[in-house]
């Protein structure tokens, strides 16, 4: 070919190859851009497409591996948004923040701590993420030392439902008290009807108050004490068949974060209910939890939590079964967040409820089938007949436990009409009163944790049978 025609190629060649050049960046450029523009709009499923791309062409870019992080992360993609901050690095300092958020909601929490502390030297007080940070922190290291201290509880039921209907999901007896809801939580009134709980407004501040009942007049409210009614809001009572054990929710510092539920006694000697305790995990979470109510004599307890399913209307209520708390040690950290966070009770799939599953076991006694009974052995068993049982022994100390159970009734029911007469009675008879009504008080308490320590006995041998 004549040396000019190859010339003229050559530079058509080059011309060409500089145009799809420049076409070629021009898009990559306003790909780019429009990406930026997605994620400024909040845009973030639609950014991230655009961001995958072009990591796909810059794998190490430090920006678009940070924005398609944060893509991730606000579409819930966790796993991927983790592996993004991971490869973006710290050129952008914000990047440690969201990334100790991401181990916060995974209740990660020493790495979540490394996190804040890392990014805490870029953001002064003035910044809007600066009082997110500070109080996730403190609430970080509030939750690693309660993950130290998980207590292994059995799930019956969860149900989920709305907020407005969650007592339906309680089933307390009168014998245990009346739950009400109302306008700032709900209201307990002991099962002798002579004491109420509730709360109400004072200022900001929502604080329980207690009232007593005397003859058919209700006295004035009393505010309970100050080391109750510590925090912004303090609501959903209940009281134990006890009198002296009270349970309640509040917001105040040194919490796990949003509402937890705690626990506190009523010194008689005293006069007054003594400092509150938080009832720990996995009761308690970051999230809101309340309304602590136990069936003392069906043996199961009920605690309401929004841990699961934050920002909706609906709130999830677990059955658990009462007995002594056995806390867990020597587990991995994965495994003790998975059971403080409660991640394996699932409803199924289309559903809002796990029901308790009533699985016979395998009979081998010829008691009659008329001996009915209900004694929930865990969360797949619940027998319905002393046939039931697989452990001879097992089944002597149910039908011992069920005589302590009727004693039991009885003694409370003399109890509670030692109780009504003493408020009645003129001063010499009270003096008598005063006398029995401790012994007899005691005497119950003591039956109780023989009773407690009789169930344990007997789901021992049946789950080791």
């Not at 006694?365 to 007949?385: E, R």
């Amino acid at each position: 070919m004549h040396p000019k025609f190859v010339q003229f190629d050559m530079r058509r060649f080059l011309y060409i190859s500089a145009l799809v050049l420049m076409t070629s960046l021009t898009a990559f450029g306003q790909s780019a851009r429009q990406a930026d523009d997605l994620f400024n709009a909040r845009e973030y499923a639609k950014a991230r497409t655009i961001y995958d791309a072009l990591l796909r062409k810059q794998p190490t870019h430090p920006l678009y591996l940070y924005r398609a992080a944060r893509c991730a992360q606000e579409t819930g993609d966790l796993t991927a948004a983790e592996d993004l901050f991971l490869k973006a690095g710290t050129k952008y300092p914000l990047r440690n923040f969201f990334l100790g958020e991401l181990y916060f909601s995974q209740w990660r929490m020493d790495e979540a701590l490394a996190a804040y502390e890392a990014v805490l030297p870029s953001i002064d007080e003035q910044n809007e993420r600066y009082p997110v940070l500070t109080q996730h922190m403190a609430e970080a290291q509030v939750i690693a030392r309660y993950l130290k201290h998980v207590s292994r509880i059995e799930v019956l039921s969860m149900k989920r439902l709305p907020k407005a209907d969650m007592l339906s999901a309680y089933a307390i007896s009168e014998e245990n008290g009346i739950l009400r809801m109302d306008s700032l939580g709900s209201s307990f009134t002991t099962q002798r009807r002579d004491r109420r709980y509730f709360s109400i407004r004072d200022g900001e501040r929502t604080v329980l108050v207690g009232q007593q009942r005397l003859l058919e007049q209700w006295e004035a409210p009393d505010t309970l004490r100050a080391s109750i009614n510590s925090g912004k809001t303090n609501n959903y009572p209940f009281v134990l068949t006890d009198g002296a054990t009270l349970y309640f929710c509040s917001d105040r510092k040194g919490g796990l974060g949003g509402l937890d539920i705690y626990m506190t006694r009523y010194n008689a000697a005293l006069g007054e209910w003594l400092p509150a305790e938080n009832i720990g995990m996995p009761y308690n979470s970051p999230a809101d939890d309340y309304l602590y109510a136990a069936d003392e004599h069906g043996g199961y307890a009920y605690f309401a939590t929004d841990r699961h399913c934050q920002g909706t209307d609906s709130v999830e209520v677990y059955q658990v079964l009462l007995g002594d708390r056995t806390f867990l040690r020597g587990l991995p950290d994965k495994e003790l967040v998975a059971l403080a966070r409660l991640d394996s009770i699932i409803p199924p799939a289309g559903s809002n409820e796990l029901p308790v599953t009533v699985t016979p076991a395998h009979t081998t006694h010829s008691h009659a089938s008329t001996d009915s009974i209900y004694f929930v052995l865990n969360d797949s068993h619940i027998y319905t007949s002393l046939d039931d049982f697989r452990s001879d022994s097992a089944r002597v100390l149910y039908e011992q436990y069920t005589r302590l159970e009727q004693t039991q009734l009885q003694a409370e029911q003399m109890l509670d009409s030692l109780r009504h007469q003493y408020y009645e009675a003129n001063d010499a008879t009270r003096a008598s009163l005063k006398a029995r009504i401790p012994i007899l008080s005691n005497e119950i308490n003591e039956r109780k944790q023989t009773m407690r320590k009789t169930l344990s006995q007997i789901r021992v041998l049946e789950n080791t049978h």
